[in-house]
Every structure is written in structure tokens, then in C-alpha cells.
């Protein structure tokens, strides 16, 4: 009914998500702190992290049935390093706010129906792959120094992509592949 909340430093949380119809709110406000959310068919994740140096793992993954996939993500802290996977059938949703220095790895796959909107300000590592049977939408909005981004969107027709970068430094670099 409400959104969990993790107050200090140097915690580890495992939260596994089975079955349909899972919901997670979470809110960390910490440093060194270890999360893995893994949530399976039908699943939305919402997840607030203040603080610097947090390890997030979270798997929303869906191979039995079709789709639904939803997470939000907002990180307000450096040295943070996300890999968030939404993986299988369709209907893949993230939105992703970060604020600077952190290490970002996305992996939207499985057949189809994929959508990404990401805002970043400074200093960001960002690895992006969408794959699967087409359907891709990725919106990627960089601002400040020392960004690079990969977007890959992988197969079978059907791709998309806006991508704003202001950089204020001459060592800002984006790739795109579309296959």
C-alpha cells in the first residue's frame, strides 16, 4: 500500500517478486548500499535512490506469457552503478532519471513493444540495448560534462530513437546502432 523505505549505509536487500500482479516501491537514502530486485509476469517497480556508491540489480523478467513490463527509476547521487533488465514478451516500459557520475547498463529484450525515456545530467557511462522482434522507442536527454552513451536497437525493423545532448566539454560522445 505504500512505498518501503531504506534508511543508512552498507545494507544489502534481495527482494524476488513471483507469480502476477508484482508492485515494488522502494525508496534508499544511503551509501555502499547492495539492492537485487528479480519480479516475474506482470510486474512494476518504482525505485528512488539518494546517495552515492549503491549497487541496484533489477530483473523484470516475463518468459511465459505475454509482456508488461514498468519501471521507474530515480537516482539523485554519484558512483552509483545500475544494470536494470526488463527481458521477454513485449511491452517494455522505463523511465530513468539520474543525476550525475554513475554507471548505467539497460537491457530491454525479447519480442517486441520496447520504450525508454532517460534524462541524465553529468558524467554518466551509459550502455543501452534494445533487442528483439522490432517495436523499439528509445528518448535519451544528456546534459553537462563527460557523458558517453551506447544505444543498440537490434532487430527486425521498427526503430526509433531522439537523442539530446548538451555538452559542455569536448569529451561527450554518443553511438547509435540501429540493425
Do not use: P
Amino acid at each position: 500500500s505504500s512505498a518501503g523505505s531504506i534508511t543508512g549505509d552498507n545494507n544489502t536487500v534481495s527482494i524476488t517478486q513471483n507469480n502476477d500482479n508484482n508492485v515494488l516501491g522502494l525508496g534508499i537514502n544511503g551509501a555502499s548500499n547492495n539492492v537485487v530486485v528479480t519480479q516475474d509476469k506482470d510486474q512494476r517497480g518504482i525505485l528512488n535512490i539518494v546517495g552515492s556508491s549503491n549497487q541496484v540489480n533489477l530483473n523484470q523478467i516475463h518468459l511465459l506469457n505475454a509482456g508488461d513490463h514498468f519501471s521507474s527509476i530515480d537516482i539523485q547521487g554519484s558512483s552509483n552503478i545500475l544494470d536494470i533488465d526488463q527481458k521477454e514478451s513485449g511491452d517494455k516500459i522505463m523511465f530513468l532519471d539520474i543525476d550525475s557520475s554513475n554507471n548505467v547498463t539497460v537491457l530491454q529484450e525479447g519480442t517486441g513493444n520496447h520504450f525508454l525515456d532517460i534524462d541524465l545530467t553529468s558524467n554518466h557511462t551509459i550502455n543501452i540495448t534494445q533487442d528483439g522482434t522490432g517495436s523499439h522507442d528509445a528518448t535519451v536527454n544528456l546534459s553537462g560534462n563527460t557523458s558517453t552513451v551506447n544505444l543498440t536497437q537490434d532487430s527486425s525493423t521498427d526503430q526509433n530513437y531522439i537523442l539530446e545532448q548538451n555538452c559542455v566539454a569536448s569529451s561527450c560522445s554518443a553511438t547509435v546502432t540501429q540493425n
